[in-house]
């Protein structure tokens, strides 16, 4: 049971445009979200979170965006850049101390110069 | 930012004999450390939880016998896959969170282990 859904495998964007990664979740009990970077062969680096109390936060060129109503999440990337290149996990956590975080399967990004 | 380093990084065993993988925390406490496998065009899976000085919890379907985690000080935990098979073969990787934020987890580089 995929509790977390990335259901784009991959995508492709011009450098310099807007790159849009969506997530899907269904566990309404989830309220807290988190993006991650993952280059091959190599461990995922934190992107960027979002508590289900808010409904966007930035840093830098990353906007992550939540509607709760929808249980959907997103990621913006501008302006994409080539280094942006890699695959993007969704992952979502419940409150209570446990810092359990259950995993999307990943969408890879290719950002085209 | 937190580093957690992991070692080997990777490593070519036979099938039968017993692997071990170690994770460290280099410049804080890891209150908690958990165990993912990655298999190809798949998500992280989760494996295993552990805390300092306690036993691991396994996540359902991991074999607790085979998948050997020790979280023996606040900034070192291993996982030895024991008696490994060629189908163990996959990418561990392994991340710890430290008692100041518990939502925020720091990935080691992972440990790309295959099984002849």
């Known amino acids: 049971d995929q509790q977390v859904k990335q259901n784009s495998p991959s995508l492709s964007v011009q450098e310099g445009r807007i790159s849009i990664l969506n997530c899907d979740y269904t566990n309404s009990m989830f309220d807290y979200f988190l993006w991650y970077k993952k280059y091959p062969a190599e461990g995922p680096t934190f992107l960027i979170s979002?508590?289900?109390?808010?409904d966007k936060n930035e840093d830098g060129r990353f906007t992550v965006f939540l509607n709760k109503s929808a249980k959907h999440l997103s990621l913006h990337i501008v302006p994409s850049q080539p280094g942006d290149s890699a695959v993007y996990f969704c992952?979502?956590?419940?409150?209570?101390?446990?810092?359990?975080?259950?995993f999307g399967t990943g969408t890879k990004l290719q950002v085209i110069p | 930012g937190a580093v957690v380093s992991q070692h080997p990084s990777w490593v070519i065993c036979k099938s039968g004999t017993s692997v071990k993988i170690e994770c460290r925390s280099l410049d804080f406490q890891a209150t908690t450390m958990f165990w993912y496998r990655q298999f190809p065009k798949q998500s992280l899976m989760l494996m295993a939880t552990?805390?300092?000085?306690?036993?691991?919890?396994?996540e359902q379907g991991v074999e607790k016998d085979k998948f050997l985690i020790n979280h023996a000080s606040l900034t070192l935990s291993t996982l030895t896959v024991t008696s490994a098979h060629p189908e163990d073969s996959s990418f561990y990787i392994c991340?710890?969170?430290?008692?100041?934020?518990?939502?925020?987890?720091?990935f080691g580089p992972g440990t790309r282990l295959t099984v002849t």
């Open positions: 552990s805390n300092e000085g306690s036993k691991a919890t396994y």
């Open positions: 992952a979502a956590s419940l409150t209570g101390g446990y810092q359990k975080v259950t």
């Open positions: 979002i508590s289900s109390i808010k």
């Open positions: 991340s710890a969170s430290g008692p100041l934020d518990p939502y925020e987890q720091y």
